[in-house]
C-alpha cells in the first residue's frame, strides 16, 4: 500500500486559513482518487473531499465547497486541501486516503489506503 503522510495542520482563529499536505509515492495521484475525511473528537470519521485521476473534484456539502479546495500535484504526487474561513467546528484530525481508479464513493469503507492524519484546531 502507497504512503501517504499528512502535514499542515495546526491551531488558528476563526476566520483564518490553513493549507494541508498529503505527499504520496510517485505516480499515486496519477492513478488513484485521492481524497481528503476528518474526525472530530467523539465523532465518526466524515468525507471533505476527493479528486479524481483526472482532475474531477467532489466535496461534502455547500459549507465545505464554498470554503475548501482540493487539487494536486502529479508531479510532486501531492494532494492539498486548502481551508479558508476555518470555523471552530472544523476542528478535526484530517485524514488523506486513496481509493481505486474510478471509485466515487464517499464512504470511509471504499478508500483502503489511510494516512496517519493531522490536527487542525480553529479557536473562536
Known amino acids: 500500500q502507497a504512503q501517504l503522510v499528512e502535514s499542515g495542520g495546526g491551531l488558528v482563529q476563526a476566520g483564518n486559513s490553513l493549507r494541508l499536505s498529503c505527499a504520496a509515492p510517485?505516480?499515486?495521484?496519477?492513478?488513484?482518487?485521492m481524497a481528503w475525511f476528518r474526525q472530530g473528537l467523539g465523532k465518526e470519521r466524515e468525507f471533505v473531499a476527493a479528486?479524481?485521476?483526472?482532475?474531477?473534484?467532489?466535496y461534502n456539502g455547500d459549507s465545505v465547497k464554498n470554503r475548501f479546495t482540493i487539487s494536486k500535484d502529479d508531479r510532486k504526487s501531492t494532494v492539498y486541501l486548502q481551508m479558508n474561513s476555518l470555523q471552530p467546528e472544523d476542528t478535526a484530525v484530517y485524514y488523506c486516503?486513496?481509493?481505486?481508479?474510478?471509485?466515487?464513493?464517499?464512504?470511509?469503507?471504499?478508500?483502503?489506503?489511510w494516512g496517519l492524519g493531522t490536527q487542525v484546531t480553529v479557536s473562536s
Open positions: 479528486i479524481s485521476r483526472i482532475g474531477s473534484v467532489t
Open positions: 510517485a505516480k499515486t495521484t496519477m492513478w488513484y482518487t
Open positions: 486516503a486513496a481509493a481505486q481508479p474510478g471509485n466515487t464513493s464517499t464512504a470511509v469503507s471504499s478508500y483502503d489506503n
